[in-house]
RNA sequence: GCCCUUGUGGCGGAAUUGGUAGACGCGACGGAUUCAAAAUCCGUUUCCUUCACCGGAGUGCCAGUUCGAGUCUGGCCAAGGGCACCA
């Protein structure tokens, strides 16, 4: 036994920043010039924070994630990109202002100020060089530029729409920020107005953000699912009725249909409310009107939409069948059919949709079943209360019937595009991206309003085009709206008297290129498209499954649009995405049901808890959900870092739960993650003083061959773990490697120089994972070089196997027995040493073996007759 | 309603993708050290039976494929998520 050291505590104050300092110095995180820079590149990339105030917890796990792979990346000699800006614009700071009587970006600035000191605290190998916020007229002025360059390329629309309306953020949302009806940051219900709106068009690209899902190969399944049902491709037919009555407003209508092989199941034709011919009709008709008013004003959120009755109008008109002239099908104007989607009007087949059946069964309308199916007889076969979808056999259907739906239709499509009823017709569900938003915190859209020449841009040359910072907020509303001079313009076109558009864009096309910008921050133009294509696409992007369509979505389509204008080459900007999962915590409630926050409460090691304040009291604990400030859950990451460190931080958020899903936030995890920060310092201590560098020989016996053997063990694992982002799985190997290393009691000088060699290695792979730690353990081992700029170590593959190795023997599928092989065995060696084994011929007994199942390496089942 | 994901010890989770289920961590229990504590170190820890060995059961449930299933197939059950008048 060697005597006792004290050894003295690891303190990270003591280390943390001068190792920040010493990193930052050096400019050991700076990008250089991609376009001379030898080394492969790599871009890794966290989606951008909000500066809301203060960072936390779920920002601690989502950055530290990213720093593990930038720093891996970097010490595997790649060439690596990792920075950090702010998604600086949006409502939160209009709100703030209003409370606190202050300028939304005095706001902004002090919460970058803060956050920015907060996450430089955790030791992030980021290229602060690089930094920039959204709301930074340097930043917003290239985004006017594109908006320019889109509309030159007739990317955007202008034009009137019904929209989304917040009542309480008082402006327009997207179709992808309601959410079950209300507005995605401030709940309330949406309503629906109509307003004059630019769009970004991306339905334009809407096949090909569809099929670029496929190129998507490391992006999660689920998200591209998502987003291929948000696009929502359908292919179907569209063809016209001729309207019987020749007194109506119209002489044809226009329908969509996927399911043109149920044509002939046809009951009733409807149109939307909000169809043109529904408009005609309405004048001359009060109870048109009347029912067009009630569908109005009905509610859109889901519950309301669920609660809704079909309900229907009867026209009076009447359309012909397009296969049978004798055959009349009834006009509904229908509250179900939505004007936006495909022509605003259908055919209903109700025996095959169930909605188009409730409607027929409410209005007493035929039902006629076409598709029957294969395991049931065609008489007989009805329909009663439910539609059947599935598929069969056509029937009812004269020349159709016997076919497959499938058959019919590419049938009946075929017959109506060659007589020229109607086409073959692709819709989708996405629609135009609306992002004019009337609040003053965001990019101004860089238009101006003429009496006489109408919409015209702001010439380049005025770019930008500033928000004006003497704005007030003491009332609702947009203050560019009210600004005494700020929209009062002349046309740039003919000198006229003329208005600034007083919209500014949705925050999201703000989060839409800021990633291509990090390419080039200081470049006069958008991008520098030399350092763009070095750059771009980002290698890892990490960030929260919220984002899975929103953002996402718009990043793709805002990639596409650059790509056209010639801004960058590629046209998906994330080759690899990774959604990580959230951090909960568990929540506490008093007796008198109040919320109660961690710290106010001790939780015993069997889940009892009482308050901290008077253990008397007894606390109920609940379920674990995010942080979040209404349920008082929260830990705030300042604390922790404050009393454990970043490294403990980062190290506790990368152990345990595997990355995509959600962590609990637990004091006992923390203190674990601190006991082996504390381990690791002892460790590296005692061998530093104890061993020296010295060669040794990697193929040996004993301990120094068992040592080598399981150091590269854990080097080859961990490298792998960290490439697929298994850091649960890299920290398992780490805590087994750093097992071995204090168990192993070296003797020999052989010994030493082994348990010396393996003690770097550890040393190097907590490296990306706790990189304060390990530079101070490296300088602790004798090393003058900066940790962060050392390469990593090559796995020595050969001492991976044994020479020999333990098989297991089962009989008859169960373990049983065991057995010393040399690990080069063939299967019949293998089998007569199994057979010889006097332990096996006593299992088996007397039975017969039937079988030997030999998988080298692996396993040995016998079979044995009863 | 439709689509997707996930179900493994007291807990978080491993399992080289069809080959020894429970690595690693947390918690718990026992012990050492200490006047005592903190810290640290050593041990035990899926369940049942047994002093112990030996056994038996076991990856949500029920079937199936296979020499062999946590892993593949089918059907249930449960939890979570997405979409939702999209014709």
Known sequence: MSTTVEVARYVPADHEPIWQATWSSAKCFEAGDPTTDPRPKYYVLEMFPYPSGRIHMGHVRNYTMGDVIARFKMAQGFHVLHPMGWDAFGMPAENAAMEKKSHPGTWTYENIAVMRKQLQSMGLAIDWSREFATCDPDYYQHEQAMFLDFLDAGLIDRRDSKVNWDPVDQTVLANEQVIDGKGWRSGAA????????????????????????????????????????????????????????????????EVYTTRPDTLYGASFCAISPDHPLAVALA?????????????????????????????????????????????????????????????????ACPAHDQRDLDFARKYDLPVTPVVCPSDRPEEGFTIDTEAYTGDGVMVNSQTLNGLTPDAARAAIIDMFEKNKWGERKVNFRLRDWGISRQRYWGCPI???????????????????????????????????????????????????????????????????????????PNDPRPTNPDHAKAWLPVDQYIGGIEHAILHL?????????????????????????????????????????????????????????????????????????????????????????????????????????????????????????????????????????????????????????????????????????????????????????????????????????????????????IGPMMPHLAESCWKLLGHDEILAQTAWPQADESVLKSDHIVLPIQINGKKRHEINVPSDADKDSIEAMVIADPRVQALIGGGAIAKIIVVPGRIVNVVVKS
């Not at 020449?453 to 009332?475: A, I, K, M, N, Y």
């Open 190 to 253: 949406v309503e629906q107005r109509t307003l004059t709106q630019w769009f970004f068009k991306i339905t334009r690209f809407a096949d090909d953000l569809l099929a670029g899902l496929e190129t998507l190969e490391r992006w999660p399944e689920k998200v591209r699912l998502m987003q291929a049902n948000w696009i929502g491709r359908s292919e179907g037919l569209q063809f016209r009725f001729h309207v019987c009555q020749e007194t109506a407003p119209v002489s044809h209508i």
């Open 553 to 765: 979505l718009y990043a793709r389509f805002f990639t596409r649009a650059m790509a056209e204008v010639g801004h960058v080459e590629v046209k998906e900007p994330f080759a690899g995405l990774f959604t990580q999962g959230m951090v909960n915590h568990e929540t506490y409630k008093s007796p008198d049901g109040k919320w109660l926050a961690p710290e106010e409460v001790v939780v015993a090691g069997d889940g009892a808890a009482h308050l901290r304040d008077d253990p008397s009291v007894t606390v109920r604990v609940g379920g674990v959900e995010k942080m979040s400030k209404s349920k008082r859950n929260v830990i705030d990451p300042t604390h922790i870092i404050a009393r454990y460190g970043a490294d403990t931080a980062r190290w506790f958020m990368l152990s345990d739960s595997p990355p995509e899903r959600d962590v609990q936030w637990t004091e006992a995890g923390v203190e674990g993650a601190w006991r082996f920060v504390q381990r690791i310092w002892r460790l590296v201590d005692k061998i530093a003083r104890e061993t020296r560098i010295a060669d040794h020989n990697p193929q040996q016996d004993g301990l120094a061959g068992a040592l080598y053997k399981a150091t590269h063990t854990a080097l080859y694992n961990v490298t792998h773990d960290l490439e697929g982002l298994s850091f649960n799985r890299a920290v398992a190997r780490i805590y087994e490697l750093a097992n071995s290393l204090s168990d192993a009691k070296p003797q020999t000088p052989e010994e030493h120089a082994v348990a010396r060699a393996s003690c770097e290695t550890l040393v190097t792979l």
């Open 446 to 520: 860089p238009v101006i309003h003429c009496g006489d020449c109408g919409v015209v841009p702001v010439p380049r040359q005025d770019l930008p085009v500033r928000l004006p910072d003497d704005v007030s907020f003491d009332r609702p509303g947009n203050p560019l709206e009210r600004h005494p001079s700020w929209k009062h313009v002349s046309c740039p076109k003919c000198g006229q008297d003329a208005t600034r558009e007083t919209d500014t864009f949705d925050t999201f096309v703000d989060s839409s290129w800021y990633f291509a910008r990090f390419t080039s």
């Open 283 to 347: 004048r001359d008709n009060p109870d048109i009107e009347a029912f067009r008013k009630k569908c109005a004003q009905r509610g859109t959120s889901a519950s309301e939409i669920e609660a809704a009755d079909k309900e229907g109008l009867d026209t009076g008109l009447e359309v012909l069948h397009p296969l049978d002239p004798d055959w009349r099908l009834p006009v509904y104007i229908a509250n179900f059919v939505l004007m936006e989607y495909g022509t605003g009007a259908i055919f």
